[in-house]
């Protein structure tokens, strides 16, 4: 088995200029360690919770490793839609826990790779404690990242403790949940900066559809805030478009990131 590095390296992250993943991921890394190095130095974030959510931007699209994903990218950047039909329906956050089932041991395997990666591309060090035993925020980053899913805990007979599951109706009652974890919950537990991965993702994808430096824009703009209020809010409509080429559905991208903004 290869490590995460390698994996992304050797798989499509987008469709337009079949970028790889790895570079859609570093670039949503490098957003995300520009907002939390902000929120140190203004907000008094503390490294261990800066850390967790420089991981989680590393880790946001892990669900984008399955194989019908990747196919699926590969012919939309070959431009064979016709294709397309003929591969089950993926959504990439709901594949978080299976690609991680399918991959035992690959993050401590990639704990090193990760490291030296984020520090080579941005020059943040990442605590080697983390890797140790991965917080579940870490994987509700991914889960929440479009803000559309949720991780439900559920009691299932023949399964030992609560068992985590993808779920997107969140009006709905499960006879067997236990609890949940939630984008509110993110948004509460890491004020103002619980939408940092989500804010990061945006603005790399945003960047890259439209031709666009990043590392500009990020000088330019330093509160969090300012990026949802000038770059993501005013091309709300054409980064969802960007998004339905692959996924065509309602992300309720304006509405998201005006409660977003809200909460900076």
Do not use: C
């Not at 009652?173 to 949940?180: A, D, I, L, S």
Request: glycine share 8%.
């Amino acid at each position: 088995m290869g490590n995460l590095v390698s994996m992304f390296e050797e798989s499509l992250g987008k469709s337009t200029g079949a970028l790889p993943l790895y570079r859609h991921t570093m670039d949503v890394v490098k957003g995300a360690v520009s907002i939390v190095r902000f929120g140190e130095k203004k907000l008094g974030y503390d490294k261990g919770r800066s850390d967790l959510v420089v991981l989680s931007a590393f880790m946001h699209d892990i669900g984008k490793l399955n194989d019908n994903f990747q196919r699926m990218l590969r012919y939309v950047s070959e431009g064979r839609l016709e294709k397309i039909k003929s591969i089950p329906k993926i959504k990439h956050e709901a594949e978080t826990f299976n690609v991680l089932d399918e991959l035992p041991g690959v993050i401590e395997n990639s704990a090193k790779a990760i490291a030296g990666a984020v520090k080579e591309e941005t020059g943040w060090s990442i605590s080697a404690e983390i890797f140790g035993a991965v917080p579940e925020d870490v994987w509700t980053f991914a889960v929440t990242h479009h803000g559309l899913f949720y991780v439900s805990l559920e009691e299932w007979e023949g399964y030992e403790g609560p068992q985590r599951l993808i779920r997107r109706e969140w009006t709905t009652f499960y006879p067997r949940e236990v609890g949940r974890r939630t984008l509110l919950d993110l948004l509460l537990r890491y004020h103002p900066l619980g939408g940092a991965v989500i804010v990061a993702d945006l603005l790399a994808s945003y960047a890259h559809e439209n031709g666009k430096d990043l590392d500009s824009i990020l000088a330019e703009h330093e509160h969090p805030g300012d990026i949802i209020e000038n770059v993501l809010l005013p091309n709300a409509e054409s980064i969802e478009a960007s998004i339905r080429r692959y996924d065509p559905r309602d992300y309720s991208l304006r509405a998201t990131l005006n409660l977003l903004l809200g909460g900076v």
